[in-house]
T-cell receptor, first 113, second 113 residues
Framework: GAVVSQHPSRVICKSGTSVKIECRSLDFQATTMFWYRQFPKQSLMLMATSNEGSKATYEQGVEKDKFLINHASLTLSTLTVTSAHPEDSSFYIC?????????FGPGTRLTVT | AQSVTQPDIHITVSEGASLELRCNYSYGATPYLFWYVQSPGQGLQLLLKYFSGDTLVQGIKGFEAEFKRSQSSFNLRKPSVHWSDAAEYFCAVGTDSWGKLQFGAGTQVVVTP
């Protein structure tokens, strides 16, 4: 199957700083990518839908100014957590593809101290 | 509103025994249903999916699932589990044609010798 990578796999940042997470489709082009957040022992919660060349669509309750998503190419979407706080600590997962075929990245563990 | 329920948070099963994971959904239209498996350090992997047609769906790794509209269920089964099946399993429903997924809370499967 197709491969989706995420970088970094783990990141620790200080409160108030910003951190960028990259999601890449390695062997296919993805018009649409999705960003999820997973708390420990909990399910994946969809944060936003990222469409190449257009603004992301955020789910209700997700702060678009805090979680900046850029999908500048068909193989790369980035999630920037701005002014991070400890409550933003979580596991962030991206996926690429559509309803019929969707591939997930291995996730990025963000810890805000 | 759509919802996906996995009643069992944790299941312990002996190697070689059968496994059944329950999933119930609430969705207005004909649902697009999925089962994913999440192993540490790896992205979610699709086990199988149901869009229409035969209600018994065969997937990878020896898994199968049966769609029962009358019970709003899509339970996952495996006749004989292997130690490598220990993982977190998520049931999901597709909520639009682009690929947005709503996940259940997940079931942690532990396999004992």
């Amino acid at each position: 199957g197709a491969v989706v990578s995420q970088h970094p796999s783990r990141v620790i940042c200080k409160s108030g700083t910003s951190v960028k997470i990259e999601c890449r489709s390695l062997d296919f082009q993805a018009t649409t990518m999705f960003w999820y957040r997973q708390f420990p022992k909990q399910s994946l919660m969809l944060m936003a839908t990222s469409n190449e060349g257009s603004k992301a669509t955020y789910e209700q309750g997700v702060e678009k100014d805090k979680f900046l998503i850029n999908h500048a190419s068909l193989t790369l979407s980035t999630l920037t957590v701005t002014s991070a706080h400890p409550e933003d600590s979580s596991f962030y997962i991206c996926s690429a593809g559509g309803l019929n075929e969707q591939y997930f990245g291995p996730g990025t563990r963000l810890t805000v101290t | 509103a759509q919802s996906v329920t996995q009643p069992d948070i944790h299941i312990t099963v002996s190697e070689g025994a059968s496994l059944e994971l329950r999933c119930n959904y609430s969705y207005g239209a004909t649902p697009y249903l999925f089962w994913y498996v999440q192993s540490p350090g790896q992205g979610l992997q699709l086990l199988l999916k149901y869009f229409s047609g035969d209600t018994l769906v065969q997937g990878i790794k020896g898994f199968e699932a049966e769609f029962k509209r009358s019970q709003s269920s899509f339970n996952l089964r495996k006749p004989s589990v292997h130690w490598s099946d220990a993982a977190e399993y998520f049931c999901a429903v597709g909520t639009d044609s682009w690929g947005k997924l709503q996940f259940g809370a997940g079931t942690q499967v532990v396999v004992t010798p």
